[in-house]
């Protein structure tokens, strides 16, 4: 929270979406004195990907960002930044600090991508995107109610109809890899990625090539 507040554009709304935590995140939340702050509690806990539609439904700026509760935005002028790279363009990302334990690393992506591409890459990082309305509707980017891979699979949607995301060259934001394993969260990459070309109705070549070249760029991206 601390990463938005303070950054240097201040014409923002923030919106919080409390996916029925059982932390005392509510209380930290409430306890924060910003008249930009919109406060959602849902009822029951339903996932990211309805916790994301429903700040993109509350909604009204000309750009939409994300940020997961993991993670934090590095830079404080990031928004500023983004809201330059972006005109002319309806969707943007860039490079982010890999936080796992005692690992750190600079994830390198590239300076484009298709929707064909991106099948092949994850390097879309959801707390670096910045999509511009003034090219999109709500309805272009609203993800699908899918408990892992929402964000992906909202991605997908988008480059269909755009046909083209850019990336800043430059580590805008911060990835945080809770307590679970480095080989557990390898495990789970691997079954949402698989899930998402189903979810797209590739055909099982299809699936097999682009999942061949997604474990090549994961790991070419990390190098």
Same mark, same amino acid.
């Given at each position: ?6 950054? &240097? ?11 029925? =935590? ?5 209380? *930290? ?12 509690? /849902?009822?029951?806990?339903? $996932?990211? $990907?309805?916790?994301?539609?429903? $700040? ?12 997961? =509760? ?13 809201? #330059? ?7 943007? +990302?860039?490079? +982010? !600090?890999? *936080?796992?334990?005692?690992?750190? @690393? ?6 484009? !991508? &298709?929707?064909?591409?991106? *099948? ?5 990082? &959801?707390? %670096? ?7 999109? &509707? ?28 850019? $990336?800043?060259?430059?580590? *805008? ?5 809770? @307590?679970? #394993? ?10 949402? %990625? ?6 797209? @109705? /590739?055909? !099982? ?19």
């Amino acid at each position: 929270m601390n990463s938005v507040i303070h950054q &240097t554009y201040k014409d923002i709304e923030i919106i919080v979406i409390d996916d029925k =935590s059982t932390d005392n995140s509510l209380e *930290l939340i409430k306890d924060i004195k910003d008249e930009r702050i919109i406060l959602i509690e /849902l009822e029951t806990n339903r $996932g990211a $990907g309805v916790a994301r539609d429903k $700040g993109i439904e509350a909604a009204t700026g000309n750009y939409i960002c994300f940020l997961d =509760s993991d993670d934090y935005w590095i830079q404080p002028e990031k928004l500023e930044k983004q809201i #330059s790279f972006i005109q002319g363009k309806a969707f943007i +990302y860039s490079k +982010y !600090l890999y *936080l796992c334990e005692n690992k750190t @690393h600079i994830a390198k992506v590239p300076k484009s !991508l &298709t929707y064909n591409q991106l *099948l092949k890459n994850s390097s879309i990082f &959801t707390s %670096t995107v910045m999509l511009n309305m003034k090219y999109l &509707t709500k309805d272009d980017i609203y993800m699908p109610d899918m408990r892992r891979g929402q964000d992906y699979a909202a991605w997908y949607k988008i480059l269909k109809k755009i046909g083209t995301a850019y $990336g800043m060259q430059e580590v *805008l934001s911060a990835y945080r890899v809770g @307590h679970n #394993s480095l080989s557990h969260n390898k495990l789970k990459a691997i079954k949402r %990625t698989w899930n998402l070309y189903k979810h797209e @109705h /590739l055909p !099982l070549f299809k699936r097999i090539e682009c999942f061949i070249f997604y474990a090549f760029n994961a790991i070419k991206r990390r190098a």
